[in-house]
């Protein structure tokens, strides 16, 4: 079984200011992705990353991952209340079979206070 | 465009009670579908996962059941439900094991 480990578990910050969040594994990953759950909410697909080393940017938010494919970051600039939030990243897989689905991590708590 | 629709939006039951949770997706065919329990404030445990009409595979032993009577139709239930039943319930989609999209899930308190 493939785990993902995000760190950190909570943080809270204030507006304005920038953060990173993470997502490890000591499994090889043939993409990965990162949601966002809003309270009551189902999780909202933000970006999918699949080469090593690959940077994409949304808005404000960077991901990036990592070389050797086994972790992840996201980077949020001028953090604001909007971005609050569960984040959590989810990666994929495959033996010779096909995919075998996808893993999710337990998710990072973002609070970003006005 | 897909949409996936989840109903009921919440639902408190007491316990020994039976369940019956939907799930619908529109605007693709042969989709794979997922049931998932979160916890509060927790990831997401993965329940039920199906590739076609009538395949189900379980992840998790428990009093839960799943089926999935259409294409595009996911159905999950219970014939006496448990206090630790309680939870977010989210149902999901995807067309080849990678992107899932996620339902606005159903919020199920066990009394």
């Known amino acids: 079984t493939q785990l993902l480990e995000q760190s950190p578990q909570f943080l809270s910050i204030q507006e304005g200011e920038n953060l990173t969040v993470y997502c490890n594994s000591s499994?090889?990953?043939?993409?990965l992705q990162w949601y966002r759950q809003e309270p009551g909410e189902g999780p909202v697909l933000l970006v999918t990353v699949v080469t090593g080393g690959e940077v994409k940017k949304l808005k404000r938010l960077t991901f990036q991952f990592g070389d050797a494919r086994k972790d992840s970051s996201l980077h949020i600039t001028a953090a604001q209340p909007g971005d609050t939030g569960l984040y959590l990243c989810a990666g994929v897989t495959y033996s010779g079979g096909g995919a075998d689905g996808l893993t999710f991590g337990k998710g990072t708590h973002l609070i970003i206070q006005p | 465009s897909q949409t996936i629709h989840q109903w009921p939006a919440t639902l408190v039951q007491p316990v020994g009670s039976p369940l019956s949770l939907e799930c619908t997706v529109e605007g693709t065919s042969n989709p794979n579908l997922y049931w998932y329990r979160q916890a509060a404030g927790r990831g997401l445990q993965l329940l039920f996962y199906?590739?076609?009409?009538?395949?189900i595979s379980s992840e998790v032993p428990q009093n839960l059941s799943a089926s999935r009577p259409q294409d595009r139709q996911f159905i999950l239930s219970s014939k006496k439900l448990l206090l630790s039943d309680s939870g977010f319930y989210l149902c999901a989609w995807d067309r080849d094991n990678r992107e899932q999209y996620f339902g606005p899930g159903t919020r199920l308190t066990v009394t």
């Open positions: 199906s590739v076609g009409i009538g395949q």
């Open positions: 499994s090889v990953f043939s993409s």
